[in-house]
């Protein structure tokens, strides 16, 4: 253990302090606003525009699964900052008509002619962040077919319309978003495509500045018109894969012809009367219920919000289920994974264990097993369907590998395997990455109750995690659970392999108490601060007594929650 100087004391002291929120007349005093309140339908999404797009679809008859694609299509061009259709999706989708939860995984796979031992011979000893090598299949254009033609019920050519219109005409770009979109140049500006497609006069768009991109709403007007195929099969697909070439890169017109989605079960845990559902893996949603199922066996509503104990208990909960999603959690296609012992109730029981209720662990192993910058959004509609889905690029803007004239940017998912022998997140070819994006569900008494999501890397299943405690066991409404500060605890462990031996690092957002704050160091931790990471958060709860819908969106992004 080592303790922080009085200057970082004093700067967390002052941060804290500054963080309070004003009085409200009601409602937590960290709170930004009041839940949206709508009886027909409801949207909310990390971008306000993208969110009116998803009510105007509903509006105008169609259904929450297609005010999804319609608003994820809006998110691709308006914050590509955090996704596109040069990335990847999951959902899960809560069917009015059948009463059930579907999940859907649409993320790709590894190019086929690329092999371990390319790396191994050219001495990489990790998969590089940007470029064409950690390039891997986009599965966000297949999903969005695979949702409509299983639950949509507006013909795709009115569905990205908008999205079209928008791209064409123009939109002021929002603070957030332009913040992130130049930061990205530095990293991203030298490559081919990128400077045509994001700096049209010579920089990225600042604030309220109006953006076009007018060769990515011809890209949707193709996929629109002719179908799914038109980016896996047609001309899309080979103009990808000319760029990538060219870029020396090894994703083919074959890789992408031959990509398909896989429908999933979710998996779920109760966490005292309600069963909060994620998809397994190749994504890391179990961390959550692996959390969770730990965190059951402590009275955690009587140690109050913001407590030591309540904190210290979930980072030591964090970082078991964290161990476990480093050495465990990859394809299951190439690998047998008990998820459902992973998170049942006995294995809990047995982590649960090695939790010191007074001292923080400095090292942890995975568990045994008994065999062998993203966006989120969730739209609900007057029928009772409820999407919850969540789409990314990874590393925010991508890879930088922007094909020639498409308007958009290609994924960098494949940087998440290791180049490990051994590990089941080992890269091989044709094979799907570890996935940090993930959407959630609750439902209760078998009935929907809430579908909710967090954006931001390994923040995601720590965020979900908190946002359960806030609403189950602390009380909160569905905003006051998204804006309530949260903790973030960051080991040496990674899904490409490693064990963390130090303890790691706590970053605990402004509004914790500094006497806590001090505390928390006693006990061990070596807590830090950071301004943002913290995630970007939306949900949709349903009130089947008064049959309304809360929304709610934090503001950490530029989102917002809107309903009718």
């Known amino acids: 253990m080592h303790l922080k100087t009085t200057i970082t004391h004093l700067l967390l002291s002052l941060v804290c302090f500054a963080s309070m929120a004003q009085d409200r007349i009601t409602g937590k005093n960290f709170a930004t606003r009041s839940e949206v309140i709508a009886q027909n339908g409801m949207a909310a999404t990390s971008q306000p525009l993208a969110t009116q797009v998803a009510l105007d679809i509903l509006k105008n008859g169609g259904n929450a699964i297609d005010a999804a694609i319609a608003a994820n299509a809006t998110l691709g061009l308006m914050e590509p900052t955090g996704c596109g259709i ?19 995984n649409a993320s790709g796979r590894s190019p086929k002619s690329l092999t371990l031992e390319y790396f191994k011979k050219n001495n990489y000893e990790k998969i590089p962040a940007f470029g064409p090598l950690p390039v891997s299949v986009p599965g966000c254009v297949d999903g969005w077919f695979e949702l409509h033609s299983k639950f949509g019920t507006m013909d795709m050519e009115n569905i990205l319309a908008p999205a079209i219109n928008y791209a064409r005409s123009g939109f002021p770009v929002s603070e957030v978003i332009a913040f992130y979109m130049e930061r990205s140049v530095n990293r991203l500006a030298k490559y081919p495509g990128f400077k045509e497609t994001y700096m049209p006069n010579g ?11 007018p060769m990515l709403g011809n890209t949707y007007e193709i996929i629109s018109k002719e179908g799914r195929d038109a980016f896996y099969k047609g001309e899309i697909a080979k103009t990808i894969a000319t760029y990538i070439k060219e870029q020396e890169g090894f994703l083919s017109y074959e890789d992408l012809a031959s990509h398909e989605s896989e429908w999933v079960e979710p998996v779920s845990v109760n966490y005292r009367g309600y069963d909060v559902w994620e998809l397994p893996p190749n994504g890391q949603g179990i961390a959550a219920l692996q959390m969770l199922a730990i965190l059951e066996g402590y009275d955690i509503g009587s140690m109050g919000y913001g407590s030591k ?105 494949g940087e998440l395997f290791t180049l490990e022998e051994g590990h089941f997140n080992t890269y091989e070819p044709g094979k799907r990455p ?131």
């Not at 040069?86 to 999940?103: E, P, R, T």
């Open 86 to 104: 040069g990335g990847d999706l999951f959902a899960i989708v809560w069917d009015a008509k059948s009463q059930k939860l579907y999940g859907l």
């Open 203 to 213: 920089k990225t768009p600042a604030k309220g500045e109006i953006f076009k991109n």
């Open 309 to 413: 104990e309540y904190i210290h208990h979930f980072i030591e909960a964090k970082k078991l289920a964290f161990e476990d999603r480093a050495k465990y959690y990859a394809d299951p296609d190439f690998n047998d994974i008990p998820v459902e012992w992973l998170i049942s109730e006995d294995y809990a029981a047995e982590r649960r264990k090695l939790i010191d209720p007074e001292r923080s662990s400095n090292r942890l192993d995975a568990g045994k097993l008994k065999d062998g910058d993203t966006i989120y959004m969730t739209v609900a509609d007057k029928e009772g369907n409820m999407v919850s889905l969540i789409q990314s690029n990874y590393r925010g803007m991508g890879s930088g590998m922007t094909p020639t004239g498409l308007g958009f940017i290609l994924q960098d998912r």
């Open 434 to 564: 570890f996935h940090t994006i993930i959407p959630a569900f609750i439902t209760k008494d078998g009935k929907p109750f809430m579908s909710f999501g967090l954006m931001g890397g390994a923040t995601q299943p720590q965020g979900h995690a908190q946002i359960v405690t806030n609403i189950v066991d602390f009380g909160m409404n569905i905003q006051e659970a998204g804006d309530a500060p949260r903790i973030l605890h960051f080991g040496s462990s990674q899904p490409t392999g490693g064990t963390m031996t130090d303890g790691g690092v706590v970053n605990l957002e402004s509004g914790f108490n500094y006497e806590i704050i001090r505390e928390l160091v006693m006990m061990g931790h070596d807590v830090s601060y950071s301004v943002g990471n913290y995630g970007g958060y939306q949900a949709i709860k349903y009130d089947a007594i008064n049959n309304v819908y809360y929304g709610a969106s934090e503001s950490r992004k530029d989102g917002q929650a809107a309903g009718y």
